[in-house]
């Protein structure tokens, strides 16, 4: 139910999505009968198309071209390649209430899928221009370095804030940052304006992550349509674990760490001693870091007219 076109104040928004997922479709292989089926169901999947939106509203006001549609094509088809493999990394068997590739198709088939996925996304953005590659390329490099940097921390109960903020800057806030960067250069707009933009996606990318940590902790399957407590269960400690096993509670935390307790052994924890209220605070914080990143590129913009 989440209106990213009213978010962002975009109406014209959904016209422009219909044209993404039209592209999207037109990237399926013909007569291949191994990859079609699950690149379709991936493909056509319901989707916020968070990620291409930030490309739109970095383009906006100029005009919405085929260019500026390849560009959102890129950025989606990388961030579903990543859900790919990441299903892989964590034996999902479940994304947006349907099998993922890996637990219907097999590991075999979700590394080439995902893979097929990345190839069309690079395609995709070196049709548009070396820069625009060079962007998507980046930033798949930054979210293979940050979902490295999370494996080497799995049940580390020792884990810095540094190494939590280190990694999400890579995993997420990098693929939200390209696609701002992607829509400022589409957009022919100066080169402080799109480094602005890609600060604001850096923290808007931050912010999203923290959110999602703290959703994974406190929300439901049926709100989030995926499973929920994985990130404990998994031996991923996110921010609001982070800041538990430094109050009070930690001798009881690590304990229940330790012995794979179910997150919800760990969630009243954390919520009495303020971990989630001090998570949430962290990411309205990242958010006016945002606010103030786009102001840059209002202001950089008013320099140029």
Request: glycine share 8%.
């Amino acid at each position: 139910t989440f209106d990213l076109a009213g978010q962002l104040a975009l109406p014209y928004l959904r016209a422009h999505f219909e044209a993404v997922q039209a592209a999207l479709v037109h990237t399926l292989p013909e007569n291949q009968h191994v990859l079609h089926g699950p690149l379709r169901r991936i493909l056509t999947a319901p989707s916020k198309r968070l990620r291409s939106g930030l490309v739109i509203a970095s383009a906006a006001p100029s005009r919405i071209n085929q260019t500026i549609i390849a560009a959102c094509t890129a950025i989606e088809l990388l961030h579903l390649a990543s859900l790919v493999h990441d299903d892989i990394m964590d034996e999902a068997e479940t994304r947006w209430g349907s099998p993922t590739v890996s637990g219907k198709e097999g590991v075999n088939v979700a590394i080439l899928v995902g893979d097929y996925l990345f190839a069309q996304a690079m395609l995709q953005a070196a049709n548009i221009s070396q820069k625009a590659a060079e962007i998507v390329a980046t930033a798949y490099t930054g979210l293979c370095d940050g979902q490295a940097r999370e494996l080497a921390e799995i049940f580390n109960i020792e884990r810095s804030l540094r190494s939590y903020q280190a990694a999400i800057s890579g995993k997420t806030a990098a693929l939200m940052s390209a696609a701002c960067q992607l829509g400022g250069l589409c957009a022919g707009l100066s080169a402080a304006q799109v480094s602005a933009l890609a600060s604001y996606g850096q923290h808007f990318g931050m912010t999203f992550q923290i959110i999602d940590d703290i959703l994974d902790l406190i929300s439901s399957t049926q709100l989030t349509g995926k499973p929920v407590g994985n990130d404990i269960k998994e031996g991923v400690y996110t921010m609001p674990v982070i800041f538990g096993l430094a109050g009070p509670n930690r001798g009881t935390i690590v304990q229940h760490l330790r012995s794979k307790a179910p997150s919800g052994m760990v969630v009243p924890l954390l919520i009495a001693e303020g971990s989630i209220k001090q998570a949430t605070k962290q990411a309205q914080n990242r958010g006016q870091w945002a606010a103030w990143a786009r102001g840059s590129c209002a202001k950089n913009a008013i320099r140029k007219g």
